[in-house]
Antibody, heavy 114, light 109 residues
């Protein structure tokens, strides 16, 4: 079965940094585009970034470019999201998702607060 | 940044039919936007229903169908069941970048 498991979320102060991870299993990880999507409490879904299976080609939502960096290590079946200069408004549940997206993880919670 | 707009809320009777739409501030939605549709219930991650405008995922019931309706993407729920009560989101693709719609709350009443 396809599984995506996110980790790395925590409470962080404004201006801080955090790296999220998502491990995929049950499929050939390197064959699939991977995404990060976030959802602020009580709000809608927001697409953050994606990375192709080549580990090189990346895309970002305009508001994320420059602060967030997506990467992946196909040898470890893992996609990462490095988040810098975090703001209160970055508080959200961060999901990783595969491909279309079709499969989603359960999410990891990032709280930015002093 | 492109804005993708959905109806805020729709109400449908059990057994009825309801159509949700997805409009883009960048112009008409086309097959090149590869519209996706997702269902989300409280406390759960989104569940993929439709991709590439009109293709159901393997486990998506046949009562869910995707299409283009005029200049918008559309999701039609036929023979609605109480379990279909949820939030629904569309997702559009724009040359590498994706944008989610604002979401539609579907109430079955």
């Amino acid at each position: 079965d396809v599984q995506l498991v996110e980790s790395g979320g925590s409470l962080v102060q404004p201006g801080g940094s955090l790296r999220l991870s998502c491990v995929g299993s049950g499929f050939i990880f390197s064959n699939f585009r991977m995404h990060w999507v976030r959802q602020a409490p009580g709000k809608g879904l927001f697409w953050v970034s994606s990375i192709e299976g080549d580990e090189i080609t990346t895309h970002y939502a305009d508001s994320m470019r420059g602060r967030f960096t997506i990467s992946r290590d196909n040898a470890k079946n893992t996609v990462y999201l490095q988040m810098n200069t975090l703001r209160v408004e970055d508080t959200a549940l961060y999901y990783c998702a595969r491909d279309n997206p079709d499969f989603w993880g359960q999410g990891t919670l990032v709280t930015v607060s002093s | 940044q492109t804005v993708v707009t959905q109806e805020p809320s729709l109400t449908v009777s059990p057994g009825g039919t309801v159509t949700l739409t997805c409009a883009s501030s960048a112009g008409a939605v086309t097959y090149n936007n590869y519209a996706n549709w997702f269902q989300q219930k409280p406390g759960q991650p989104p569940r993929a229903l439709i991709y590439s405008t009109d293709t159901r995922h393997t486990l998506t019931p046949a009562r869910f169908s995707g299409s283009l309706l005029g200049d918008k993407a559309a999701l039609t729920l036929s023979g609605v069941q109480p379990d279909d009560e949820a939030e629904y989101y569309c997702l559009l693709y724009y040359a590498g970048v994706y944008v989610f719609g604002t979401g539609t709350t579907v109430t079955v009443l």
